[in-house]
């Protein structure tokens, strides 16, 4: 469960929960560590628009954080302030004890100490992996160069591979190239962009884990942009999902995933349907039946006779066969997706919900069916601005 905050009139798909628990205390807690990584009130205005609004967050020593959310949601412009490619229009950018950027200050992406793997991994096509790699070792001798370049072909595991040029390589090795060269001067700060964006499928689920891997044995500290919730859920230390500009929230995975706190949260992490129901009497009525308010997330009293909306994704859900009254709705279409059907059923009501089943069991479109309840965890809601009588 998450902190308690109060009901929020100006955010109408915001969350309401109840007082914090040990659980939730620990859920949303940052990770320890001294902070390496530091926007306060960040904003970056272009004209009429807002890239970044009022951005603040932390980064630990070691930590993998990852900025989630859809095309144009200001992820890739808070990459590029805190590279130092763009210039914040107000607020600070911190990294270790120094101000690169706020006020009259501006350090160049130089001289910030980072360290950046593009999403076409920009090797140089006429180097060989060991010169790619120790390109930006500017200030070792030959000797410390090598040993650190032999070091690093190691920890990506490419040791066989330093004589080759790119075009010799494959995706996946390109990059580990890329990544190893972006880690020879140990930055303080490892910026990904899409790292994963030009690989093919199946390469891509493996290299989350290989880069994973290759972090967190060399110690780094990394900020990942991405619009991938699969990529960012699996690979991050915490999670911030970004929107118009603005974070919406932050925490580690499993917490932002399962306790959103707003609407869009939710609908961007994974399928979410959403049931209107009314609170009454320690009751909620929705479309698939009435069931004890204790059901959901930081139930409160307080909230009787509100409208909600009550947050079910496709396993907390399952339809049966049914007619007459005892049907909620009827089956609009199905998705295979492989050990699994997802199936969408359109309510009675007029709301959708998408329930998923095994293989095995199978329901024809437009069949008549219940829907019922079976999540073995709280569930999140909203309070719902309902519309005034014309």
Same mark, same amino acid.
């Given at each position: ?9 100006? =955010? ?99 001289? =910030? ?12 096509? &006429? ?99 991405? &619009? ?16 118009e500009g603005r974070v919406e929230q932050i925490g580690d995975p499993a917490a ?76 609009? =279409? ?9 199936? =969408? ?13 095994? &293989? ?31």
């Amino acid at each position: 469960m998450s902190h308690s905050k109060p009901l929020q009139h100006d =955010r109408p798909d915001a969350r309401t929960t109840a007082p914090e628990t040990e659980t939730g205390s620990e859920a949303s807690r940052e990770p320890e560590g001294e902070t390496l990584l530091e926007l306060d009130g960040v904003f970056k205005e272009y004209d009429a628009e807002t890239a970044v609004e009022d951005v603040s967050l932390t980064v630990k020593q070691g930590e993998l954080l990852t900025l989630l959310g859809p095309s144009g949601c200001g992820k890739t412009t808070t990459l590029r302030l805190i590279a130092g490619l763009e210039r914040p229009t107000r607020g600070t950018v911190t990294i270790g004890a120094e101000t690169v950027a706020g006020g009259s200050a501006f350090v160049t992406p130089e001289a =910030r100490d980072v360290g950046i793997v593009f999403q076409d991994f920009a090797l140089f096509p &006429h180097l060989t992996v060991k010169e790619n790699v120790a390109f930006g070792l500017t200030d070792a001798d030959e000797e410390e160069r090598g040993a650190r370049v032999e070091e690093l072909l190691d920890l990506v595991n490419l040791p066989e591979h330093g004589e080759k040029t790119p075009d010799q390589l494959s995706g996946g090795q390109k990059q580990r190239v890329a990544l190893a060269r972006s880690l020879a001067p140990e930055p303080e700060v490892l910026l990904l962009d899409e790292p994963f964006s030009n690989l093919d499928v199946r390469l891509r689920v493996e290299m989350r884990e290989e880069v994973r891997r290759i972090l967190k044995e060399a110690g780094v500290t990394a900020v990942s942009v991405t &619009h991938d919730q699969e990529e960012a859920l699996s690979i991050s230390d915490r999670v911030a999902v970004m929107n118009e500009g603005r974070v919406e929230q932050i925490g580690d995975p499993a917490a932002v995933f399962e306790q959103p706190e707003s609407k869009f949260v939710a609908s961007f992490l994974g399928r979410a349907s959403f049931l209107e129901g009314r609170l009454s009497e320690g009751k909620v009525e929705t479309g698939i039946g009435r069931f004890d308010a204790a059901t959901l997330e930081g139930y409160d009293t307080t909230y009787d006779n509100a409208p909600v909306d009550v947050l079910v994704r496709p396993d907390d859900v399952r339809a049966t066969p049914a007619t007459g009254e005892e049907a909620d709705g009827y089956v609009l =279409r199905r998705q295979y997706v492989g050990p699994s059907f997802i199936y =969408r059923v359109e309510l009675d009501s007029g709301e959708t919900v998408h329930c998923l089943h095994n &293989h095995v069991e199978n329901f024809e479109t437009d069949q008549r069916v219940a829907v019922d309840l079976v999540a073995d965890h709280p569930l999140a809601w909203y309070p719902r601005q309902e519309e005034p009588p014309r």
